[in-house]
């Protein structure tokens, strides 16, 4: 009997250990892949919301075409997922040219809060114009998605910022780590580390 309890006890802990190996992973996947999946996110949600915000009506082409060909800052809401989209657009190109050390102190970390602040101040500044003429003709279903739309941008736009200073700060860490073991990186530059060789250069040069 003892030993049986042991077995089970062992397959037990052995399950555990699994299922936090599993969970540690895909935390890992997730935090690694964060400015893509947040791209996605910046791309799906705002327009998610604004179909839901044109109930009963459907988002369609023609349905976007009417909204642009009557647009109106104080009504139109068409223009805060294309403010998302153009975001997320320019994020994503800076994010895939930039290599190790730009990741780390340049380009990246900038245009993304610069593009997330302005549009930041854009939808902050057409929220209150929106619901001042919105208040009293609309039901609340589509008031509630209309405020949902705003919060969603304004957050994802918060979100880009903070994971591009992540980013920044986890690129950073490896510099420092590569820059104090230059043959590792000279042995495993080829196979493992090719964004990295810039800083194998620069070792040398010094």
Same mark, same amino acid.
């Given at each position: 009997m003892g030993f049986v &309890?042991?077995? &089970?006890? &062992?397959?037990? =802990? %052995?399950? @555990? &250990?699994? @299922?936090f190996f599993l969970i540690t992973m895909l935390i890992s996947f997730l935090l690694f892949s964060a400015p893509i999946l947040l791209v996605i996110a910046d791309t =799906?949600? !705002?327009?998610? *919301?604004?179909?839901?915000s044109l109930s009963p009506s459907s988002l369609s082409l023609q349905t976007l075409s009417s909204h642009f060909n009557n647009y109106d800052f104080r009504y139109s809401l068409v223009d805060i997922p294309l403010v998302s989209i153009i975001r997320s657009a320019v994020i994503i190109c800076v994010y895939? *040219?930039?290599?190790? !050390? %730009? *990741?780390? %102190?340049? !380009?990246y970390l900038g245009i993304t809060t610069i593009c997330s602040v302005s549009s930041l101040i854009y939808v902050s500044f057409k929220a209150p114009r929106v619901f001042r003429v919105s208040s009293t003709d609309r039901?609340?279903?589509? %008031?509630?998605?209309?405020i949902a739309l705003f919060v969603c941008s304004l957050l994802l736009a918060i979100g880009h910022v903070a994971v591009a200073y992540r980013t920044s700060c986890r690129e950073r860490r490896k510099l420092w780590v590569y820059k104090?073991?230059?043959?590792? @990186?000279?042995?495993?530059?080829?196979?493992?580390f090719p964004r990295y060789q810039k800083i194998l250069l620069e070792g040398r040069v010094k």
């Amino acid at each position: 009997m003892g030993f049986v &309890k042991e077995e &089970k006890s &062992k397959k037990v =802990l %052995r399950g @555990v &250990k699994t @299922v936090f190996f599993l969970i540690t992973m895909l935390i890992s996947f997730l935090l690694f892949s964060a400015p893509i999946l947040l791209v996605i996110a910046d791309t =799906l949600l !705002p327009f998610s *919301l604004l179909s839901a915000s044109l109930s009963p009506s459907s988002l369609s082409l023609q349905t976007l075409s009417s909204h642009f060909n009557n647009y109106d800052f104080r009504y139109s809401l068409v223009d805060i997922p294309l403010v998302s989209i153009i975001r997320s657009a320019v994020i994503i190109c800076v994010y895939n *040219l930039c290599d190790g !050390p %730009r *990741l780390s %102190r340049g !380009p990246y970390l900038g245009i993304t809060t610069i593009c997330s602040v302005s549009s930041l101040i854009y939808v902050s500044f057409k929220a209150p114009r929106v619901f001042r003429v919105s208040s009293t003709d609309r039901g609340e279903y589509v %008031r509630a998605m209309e405020i949902a739309l705003f919060v969603c941008s304004l957050l994802l736009a918060i979100g880009h910022v903070a994971v591009a200073y992540r980013t920044s700060c986890r690129e950073r860490r490896k510099l420092w780590v590569y820059k104090i073991d230059i043959e590792a @990186v000279s042995a495993c530059k080829n196979m493992v580390f090719p964004r990295y060789q810039k800083i194998l250069l620069e070792g040398r040069v010094k």
